[in-house]
């Protein structure tokens, strides 16, 4: 069974400055999705990035990139020049080629500080 | 525009009444998905539907239901609500393409007294 691991559960950073959310998971699968989610106190769903496993480029979109280190099973977040409206729970989520059914981690609750 | 909406978007109700929530997509999307949150759990699939007619259980599907009888809408009912079902729920939709992106309904909160 796949699961992903979220081994933050809250952190707290300035704005401006540049934060890294970690993410692990755990697989048996080759060809596999993974995302970030956002979800600001509005509680709204919200995609922030989307990397295809078999793409070795990591996924960027705009202040969001990703480190994706596929033998380690790894898929960490980092947002730079962070603002206040970064302020959210994130969620680190895969999903199999298989079916489109996704596993969500736990989530880290970022605090974007004035 | 396009869209996802979830209906109502606050509920209160007894243990042991029968509960359906609302989901309605505008994206002609083939897939359908019911997940809750709880603290300390994040999202966890409760049904999921490719399509019309078609339904499956997820990881936390006892105690609910849903029916997929046109490709707009997905139901969510609780049969005998508990209050281990105080939660709130999302709906979502892909598309049903190549692991497609899923896109999330705004949330009910439920909470059973």
């Known amino acids: 069974a796949q699961t992903v691991t979220q081994s933050q559960p809250e952190m707290s950073v300035q704005e401006a400055e540049t934060v890294t959310l970690s993410c692990t998971y755990d697989t048996s699968e080759n060809n596999y999705y993974l995302f970030w989610y956002k979800q600001p106190p509005s509680r709204q769903m919200i995609l922030v990035i989307r990397q295809e496993a078999y793409k070795q480029q990591n996924a960027t979109e705009n202040r969001f990139s990703v480190n994706f280190q596929k033998a380690a099973k790894s898929f960490s977040l980092k947002i730079s020049d962070s603002q206040l409206g970064d302020t959210a729970m994130y969620f680190c989520?895969?999903?199999?080629?298989?079916?489109?059914?996704?596993?969500f981690g736990k989530g880290t609750r970022l605090h974007i500080l004035p | 525009d396009a869209e996802i909406t979830q209906s109502p978007r606050h509920k209160i109700t007894e243990t042991g009444r029968q509960v359906t929530l609302a989901c309605h997509q505008t994206w002609n999307h083939n897939n359908m998905f019911w997940y809750r949150q709880d603290l300390g759990h994040g999202l966890r699939l409760i049904h999921y539907s490719y399509g019309v007619q078609d339904t499956n259980k997820g990881e936390v599907s006892d105690g609910y239901s849903v029916s997929r009888s046109n490709t707009e809408d997905l139901p969510l009912t609780l049969e005998s609500a508990a209050s281990s079902q105080t939660s709130v729920y999302f709906c979502a939709s892909s598309d049903g393409g190549y692991a497609d992106t899923q896109y999330f309904g705004p949330g009910t909160r439920l909470t059973v007294l």
């Open positions: 989520a895969f999903m199999t080629i298989r079916d489109d059914k996704i596993i």
